[in-house]
């Protein structure tokens, strides 16, 4: 999907406590590969993953 303007707004990643598996950088990398142009972490009851998405995914150009 090249050039793709979809962009997933609903994620939880390892930080959203009971309820999310993914990794943010496994989130990353995909929407990365996929060419999202961004992508939203909406993790439950705190922000633990924060500065580590904000990082990682500005690394990728997200």
């Given at each position: 999907m090249p050039g793709s303007s979809f962009v997933h707004l609903h994620n939880h990643t390892e930080y959203s406590l009971l309820d999310g598996a993914q990794s943010i950088s496994g989130m990353i990398?995909?929407?990365?590969?996929?060419?999202?142009?961004?992508?939203?972490?909406?993790?439950?009851?705190?922000?633990?993953?924060?500065?580590?998405?904000?990082?990682?995914?500005?690394?990728?150009?997200i």
């Open positions: 990398r995909r929407a990365k590969d996929l060419d999202m142009p961004a992508v939203a972490m909406t993790d439950h009851g705190n922000v633990f993953g924060a500065v580590k998405f904000f990082q990682k995914a500005r690394k990728e150009g």
